[in-house]
Structure formats: C-alpha cells, structure tokens
C-alpha cells in the first residue's frame, strides 16, 4: 500500500511543472481557422496568468510582418492577451508566433495560422 501511494505521489509530482506553464488554450481567431469577416484584433488566451512585460506575438502574412498598434492583458482576465492590429488584415495566410511568461516564471512559445478570405 505504501509503495502504491508513493508511486503515485512521485507521479502526480511529475506531472505538476508540466501544468505550471502559461499554455496557449485558444486563440480569436483559433489555429486553422478561416476567416469571412474583417480582422483588426486576436485574442490569446492561455492557462495561467501572463506578465504582459515579457509576453507578447508576432504576426506574419503574405507581405512580411503585421503592426500591431497595441496588445495588453484583458482587464477582466490575466489569462487572455489582446492583441490590435494597426489595420484591417486584407485575404491571405497569417501565422502567429507567440511567447509567454507565466506570473510563476515559466517560459513558454508556439505558432499557429490562420486565413481571412
């Protein structure tokens, strides 16, 4: 009995600095997605609450890199960082590489696209 909590307590140990990391849940738009409508703004929203001050996204298109006129944490949510775009993204593929500092100091980064048509 005692080998069998231990070993699960070692386990459970294992597993908890994995989910200590500021993970990308979703996005606005999400990974893939195709976009219909005008685009002047994106979403992330994440697992753990974000330091803004060394979190942020980079977003590239069919002409290079996008201006981004500002993004911040959500004011109602620590968890989501808005991004605004200095203008509306005409039709193309938009990829989006992000980087993130978890308020408990783990460091994490990916990408994903999308499409506006």
Not at 15 to 24: D, S
Not at 40 to 69: Q, R
Request: aromatic fraction near 4%; hydrophobic fraction near 45%.
């Amino acid at each position: 009995m005692k080998r069998s909590l231990l070993a699960a307590a070692m386990a459970a140990a294992a597993i908890c600095p994995a989910l200590a990391q500021a993970n990308l849940i979703s996005g606005t738009p999400a990974d893939k997605e195709t976009m219909t409508s005008e685009l002047t703004d994106l979403a992330l929203d994440f697992s753990e609450a974000l330091e803004i001050k060394s979190t942020g996204v980079t977003i590239t298109g069919p002409s290079g890199a996008i201006a981004i006129a500002s993004s911040a944490l959500d004011p109602n949510d620590d968890e989501v960082l808005e991004v605004t775009l200095s203008a509306a993204l005409p039709a193309g593929t938009y990829r989006v590489a992000w980087h993130a500092l978890a308020t408990d100091g783990h460091k994490t980064a990916g990408t994903y696209t999308f499409t506006v048509k």
